[in-house]
């Protein structure tokens, strides 16, 4: 089944951080641009991440650049996203894509961040 599944979601308090993951199955995600999105309740999906096939190009929204990082692991077909000093305005479920020109665009189904006290 050629699937992604996120994890690593949780609430943590302002100021912290958390990793998330994004396993890749059925399909190998080195051929793959790997792009974090984040909805928040009432708000449209925001692209917060990418990082393409060369680890040496990313992308961040400035809302988060400096805090959060992407990364990927092709041995493990995993990709990350480091979130570090997080706020309340971080809430939200994340979502990771995959996507590969000319082919299948994969979805996970997102893992929830609340940043609270």
């Known amino acids: 089944q050629l699937q992604l599944v996120e994890s690593g979601g949780g609430l943590v308090q302002p100021g912290g951080s958390l990793r998330l993951s994004c396993v890749a199955s059925g399909f190998s995600l080195d051929e793959y641009a790997i792009i974090w999105f984040r909805q928040a309740p009432g708000q449209e999906r925001e692209r917060a991440s990418c990082i393409s096939k060369r680890p040496d190009s990313t992308y961040y929204a400035d809302s988060v650049k400096g805090r959060f990082t992407g990364s990927r692991d092709n041995a493990r077909n995993t990709a990350y996203l480091q979130m570090n000093n997080l706020k309340p305005e971080d809430t939200a479920v994340y979502y990771c894509?995959?996507?590969?020109?000319?082919?299948?665009?994969?979805w996970g189904k997102g893992t929830q961040v609340t940043v609270s006290s």
């Open positions: 894509r995959a996507d590969r020109i000319g082919f299948a665009t994969y």
